[in-house]
């Protein structure tokens, strides 16, 4: 095997590890945002639980953050829970930081 196929294979693994790593980021971020946006519209418990996983299954929906915001929004909308969308989207990226941190330290 050549120095440049090497190379290449060192660069596809990294980048597979990384793409696996900004997922688990991404669904721990969802379930932390979710237990958050839960305790705001007064849930607990397996009420709380089960809301963190619908949060989690909406990030299926389409590539990016907005199916997760939009999640939010609504039911924050639905209960009349006063949060701004900036407050929303701030608590995303404070979220997702702490999962990072929660990851790496896993490993």
């Known amino acids: ?3 440049f196929d090497k190379r290449e294979e060192g660069f596809e693994r990294k980048f597979a590890h990384d793409e696996e790593l900004r997922f688990k980021a991404s669904a721990r971020r969802n379930k932390l945002l979710g237990l958050w946006a839960a305790g705001l519209m007064g849930m607990d418990g ?10 989690i299954k909406a990030d299926f929906e389409e590539a990016g953050d907005d199916d997760v915001f939009r999640k939010i929004r609504g039911d924050f909308d639905a ?6 969308d900036h407050q929303i989207r701030r608590q995303m990226d404070e979220l997702m930081a702490e999962a990072i941190t929660q990851i790496e330290n896993e490993g």
């Open 1 to 3: 095997m050549s120095t």
């Open 79 to 84: 209960k009349g829970i006063e949060q701004s």
């Open 46 to 55: 397996d009420a709380a639980t089960d809301y963190a996983k619908q949060v």
